[in-house]
Each structure stands twice: as structure tokens, then as C-alpha cells.
């Protein structure tokens, strides 16, 4: 299979990428740097434009500037905005001018989708939320929907919180835990739906290859767990004491409103993939910390 996927060159997509590849698929990305992607990605054809494309019959959009860079302010948010609703938008249009358009479209979306929930379990049939990251996702997620229309199967992974150690949350965590200053952040107890990126890389590949597939599906571990449980699960990986905690204040002082999504969470289960046989190979927090940090360089 031809598969052209945007944000290649990310956390998630240099994984996709090396999985594709060694399943024998033709893989392409659309960069603004082809040339620090050939360099990035050996056996990968770099983009420079939509146009460039062709034989496309897979696309992955991972495309999307991360929220959790920096404080947010007007441009930052117009920039979350352009980068996935703008990217998405070109997809489509792009997709509707083809001869012979891609037969499935993978776009990711977030678990931001639900919005702050406390304690309630969330699948796939849950309602949207109703700030800003929540909104952001339902106006990708209805973007990437107009594939449909084009008579491409269409698939949407609200991912999670995802576990690696080239990048991603789990990086940042790793050193003040390891010097022993790591712990709960604000009262901990807010929960944190999460996925070792080699799980969320094989539901993608999953979701490409599975014809009957489509429709949204939460990419996150079936066995959600709260703040708390996660840096005490983490110091205990890495024989640390975990208790320090972060204040809230602390967080929102530095982050802004971006620290609510820090200080807020979403109990989520993949409920579809799950009803529709996909396999977890880390189900638990423990074998995936376990893989990980046996493993550092994933």
C-alpha cells in the first residue's frame, strides 16, 4: 500500500513511518523540510507539496503543532488551529481532485475531545466538551469527516497521553524523577489516559489495513490511572521516591490556561478497537514502563 502521511516526522510519525516500511508499505510524508526528513527517515519519500503526490491509497494526518509547548496566547491557539483544521482542510481538497482518491483516511484527533470529566468512564459514544482543546477537536475531527463524502473509509484516533522515550510526556517526566523530585501534579488525583506509542503505532497500522474499520477510536491503553498512581508507578520503575508534589498554583502560574490540561483529565476506554479485536501488547502501566525503560531508546 501507498501511504502518504502528514506529520511524519514527529514523535508518533518517525515510529509510524519505520512500522510501514518494514510491513512492506510505500511510505511518503508531506514535510516543510524534505530534506531533514530523508536524513531522519531512510526508505521514505519526502514532500514538499500536496501536488507532488501520487498513487496515493492511504493517508495518515498526524499534522498539528503541540499543546503543550509553552503558555498559550491568541497566535499559539490560531497556529493549533491552522496546523490541524488548516492541514486537514487541504487533505480534503486535495483527496476530492484525485482521478483515483486514497481508499482510507486515518486523522488523529485527542481525548482532549471530551473536555475535563472527573471520574467518568468515556468510549467512543461520548459527547464532546466544550473548551477550547475539546472544540479544537471536534472541528478537526468534523473536518476529517468530509472524506466521507468522497467515499473514503474514514477512521479518527483520539489519542492519548503517549508513552515513549525519544519524546512526549513520558521524556519530560523521566528526569526530575530520576533524580527523586518527581510526583503528583496538583491534588493528583485527576486521571491520565495514556498509550505506549508502539500500541498506538500498531492501531494506526491496524485501522489502515482492517477494510471493515471506521469511525472514531480512543488510542489509549484500556487501563487508565489517576496522576497519583502514575508517578507513584513511575519512582517505582525507576527505584525513586515519587511524592513531591507540584502545586497547583505552581502549574498555573507558569502555564497558564494550558496547565488545565495538565491539572484536568479524562478517564477514557478504547472501547471500539477493543470490540472489534485489536490486541494491546502493554495493557497496564506496569508492562509499559517495564518495556520502556528496559528499552530507552523507543
Same mark, same amino acid.
Given at each position: 500500500m501507498r501511504v502518504l502521511i502528514t506529520g511524519g516526522t514527529g514523535f508518533i510519525g518517525q515510529a509510524l513511518c519505520a512500522r510501514l516500511l518494514q510491513a512492506g508499505h510505500t511510505v511518503s510524508v508531506l514535510t516543510r523540510d524534505p530534506a531533514r526528513a530523508r536524513a531522519q527517515l531512510p526508505g521514505v519519500d519526502a514532500l514538499a507539496t500536496l501536488e507532488e503526490a501520487s498513487g496515493v491509497e492511504a493517508v495518515v494526518n498526524l499534522a498539528g503543532e503541540p499543546l503543550m509547548a509553552g503558555r498559550w496566547n491568541a497566535e499559539r491557539k490560531a497556529a493549533f +488551529? &491552522?496546523?490541524r483544521i488548516g492541514t486537514t482542510q487541504a487533505l480534503? @481538497?486535495?483527496? &476530492? +481532485?484525485? &482521478? @483515483? +482518491?486514497? +481508499? *482510507?483516511? *486515518?486523522s488523529g484527533s485527542a481525548i482532549g475531545y471530551y473536555g475535563p470529566r472527573d471520574d467518568v468512564a468515556l468510549d467512543e459514544s461520548a459527547a464532546p466538551g466544550d473548551d477550547f482543546a475539546a472544540r479544537l477537536c471536534l472541528d478537526w475531527e468534523t473536518e476529517a469527516m468530509q472524506a466521507e463524502s468522497l467515499d473514503v473509509r474514514t477512521c479518527r484516533v483520539r489519542t492519548g497521553i503517549v508513552l515513549g522515550t525519544e519524546g512526549g510526556a513520558l521524556a519530560k517526566m523521566l528526569p526530575p524523577f530520576r533524580m527523586g523530585v518527581g510526583g503528583p501534579m496538583g491534588d493528583g488525583r485527576q486521571w491520565m489516559s495514556w498509550i505506549h506509542r508502539d500500541d498506538l503505532v500498531s492501531l494506526v497500522q491496524w485501522l489502515l489495513e482492517r477494510d471493515q474499520a471506521g469511525g472514531a477510536y480512543n488510542g489509549t491503553a484500556p487501563a487508565p490511572v489517576t496522576n497519583r498512581d502514575f508517578a507513584r508507578a513511575l519512582g517505582k520503575a525507576l527505584h525513586r521516591p515519587a511524592v513531591l508534589p507540584t502545586p497547583a498554583f505552581a502549574l498555573t502560574l507558569g502555564f497558564g490556561e494550558m496547565a488545565q490540561l495538565l491539572l484536568t483529565g479524562q478517564r477514557v476506554l478504547p472501547a471500539h478497537a477493543l470490540a472489534e479485536g485489536f490486541t494491546f501488547r502493554f495493557p497496564t502501566l506496569e508492562t509499559a514502563l517495564e518495556d520502556l525503560l528496559r528499552s530507552p531508546a523507543r
Open positions: +488551529r &491552522a496546523s480534503i @481538497a486535495w483527496m &476530492a +481532485r484525485q &482521478a @483515483a +482518491r486514497p +481508499r *482510507v483516511l *486515518v
